[in-house]
Nanobody, 114 residues
Framework: QVQLVESGGGLVQAGGSLRLSCAASGNIFRLNVMGWYRQAPGKERELVAAISSSGSTNYADSVKGRFTISRDNAKKTVYLQMNSLKPEDTAVYYC????????WGQGTQVTVSS
């Protein structure tokens, strides 16, 4: 089975930075897409950023220029570097893996204070 374990969330002031990590274990295919979603209270879960095995990336308009997604295929880990954080970035961030099925991490809280 596939397991995703996130780390790196926390509390930060507006303008600050955080780096999220997500380590995948289990039966991980060579070709897949990994990404980060977030869900704020009372809102639907939304895509933040995604990256394919070949390194192609996709970002939500709201985070372009501030967030950077990357991955280490050897470590089966995806990262999300978040800079210039805003209070509206406050949410639970979920790691996602898509490969002949979709898998989710348990989520990590990111809180940005104004």
């Amino acid at each position: 089975q596939v397991q995703l374990v996130e780390s790196g969330g926390g509390l930060v002031q507006a303008g600050g930075s955080l780096r999220l990590s997500c380590a995948a274990s289990g039966n991980i295919f060579r070709l897949n897409v990994m990404g980060w979603y977030r869900q704020a209270p009372g809102k639907e879960r939304e895509l933040v950023a995604a990256i394919s095995s070949s390194g192609s990336t996709n970002y939500a308009d709201s985070v372009k220029g501030r967030f950077t997604i990357s991955r280490d295929n050897a470590k089966k880990t995806v990262y999300l570097q978040m800079n210039s954080l805003k209070p509206e970035d406050t949410a639970v961030y979920y790691c996602n893996l898509h490969q002949m099925g979709t898998y989710w991490g348990q989520g990590t809280q990111v809180t940005v204070s104004s």
